[in-house]
C-alpha cells in the first residue's frame, strides 16, 4: 500500500461522514424550501447508498430540452 491510499477503515469513516453531510445539507434544503437542491440531494444519497450496498443505480433520464431530435 502506499502512504497516499487511505486504508479501509478511513474509507469506511469517510463515507459515513459523507452522507451525514448530504443529509443535513437535504434536511437544510427542505427547510429553506428549495424542492430542486432538496431532490438533487436525496438523488446523491440514494446514489451513495447503493454504491456501498454494491447494487447498481438507474442512469437519470436525458432533460428533454438536451436531447437530440
Do not use: F, K, W
Amino acid at each position: 500500500m502506499r502512504d497516499d491510499e487511505p486504508a479501509a477503515g478511513d474509507c469506511h469513516a469517510a463515507s459515513i461522514g459523507l452522507m451525514q453531510c448530504l443529509q443535513m445539507l437535504a434536511n437544510e434544503a427542505d427547510r429553506r424550501r428549495l424542492p430542486r437542491t432538496h431532490l438533487a440531494l436525496r438523488r446523491a444519497i440514494r446514489a451513495c447508498r447503493a454504491e456501498q450496498e454494491g447494487t447498481p443505480v438507474a442512469r437519470p433520464r436525458p432533460r428533454r430540452s438536451l436531447a437530440l431530435h
